[in-house]
């Protein structure tokens, strides 16, 4: 009895260098790892540039908003001063009225005094009385400097040119708000094209009787 349960026990055990049944280990060999390791790491970094880019196009659309905003606030300072005609008829125009401080003062400033051309055009540099400046947050920080103040994010210049046809009654009014270091020194001498980040408005305005 003893003998022939010895040889059943035999009969199962497996062979020499086998695995017994039931015991066999699968896994993944040394190169479907790398593989594998390989494409989750290009992947993360794909993700990774995605993540940088998004929050770059976000800070750039963000900076563009708020630039947008003050070149409006501008022009609608600008578009409120006098320009038209007194009682009798004659030209009346506001060439004191200090824009560059809020809230806007009667003197001090160029009203809507035909800006420098050429090399002094206020779009291209600072130009005092045709520049303010203002913090992150949208609070002006005054002008008269061709120096930005400490805190400045945005510089904010504009331009009163006479409408060559109709120099005497129409003119053009230009606000350019510019995120502070946007601009090299050649960018502001070169063109005055508006570049990423930068606003721009344009507005015609013509005397009207008061």
């Known amino acids: 009895m003893a003998l022939a349960r010895f040889k059943w026990i035999a009969r199962r055990a497996p062979a020499p260098g086998a695995e017994a049944?039931?015991?066999?280990?699968?896994?993944?060999?040394?190169?479907?790892?790398?593989?594998?390791?390989?494409v989750m790491m290009a992947g993360v970094i794909t993700l990774a540039q995605l993540f940088v880019m998004s929050t770059r196009t976000n800070v750039a659309a963000k900076s563009t908003s708020i630039a947008?905003?003050?070149?409006?606030?501008k022009m609608e300072q600008l578009r409120s001063l006098e320009w038209g005609f007194d009682a009798l008829g004659l030209p009346?125009?506001?060439?004191?009225?200090?824009t560059a401080v809020v809230p806007m003062a009667a003197n001090g400033g160029t009203g809507l005094s035909p800006s420098p051309t050429g090399a002094g055009n206020p779009l291209k540099a600072?130009?005092?009385?045709w520049v303010d400046y203002v913090d992150r947050y949208g609070n002006s920080l005054g002008g008269g400097t061709t120096t930005p103040p400490a805190g400045t994010s945005y510089i904010r210049r504009w331009s009163v040119e006479p409408l060559p046809t109709n120099p005497n009654n129409t003119i053009v009014l230009q606000v350019l708000v510019t995120p502070m270091g946007l601009?090299?020194?050649?960018?502001?001498?070169?063109?005055?094209?508006?570049?990423?980040?930068?606003?721009?408005?344009?507005?015609?305005?013509?005397?009207k009787a008061s």
């Open 21 to 38: 049944p039931g015991t066999s280990e699968g896994g993944f060999s040394l190169v479907e790892t790398i593989i594998a390791s390989s």
């Open 68 to 73: 947008a905003v003050l070149a409006q606030q």
């Open 92 to 98: 009346n125009t506001d060439t004191t009225t200090n």
């Open 126 to 129: 600072n130009v005092a009385g």
């Open 183 to 207: 601009r090299t020194a050649d960018d502001n001498t070169d063109s005055v094209r508006r570049k990423d980040q930068e606003a721009r408005i344009i507005s015609v305005k013509t005397r």
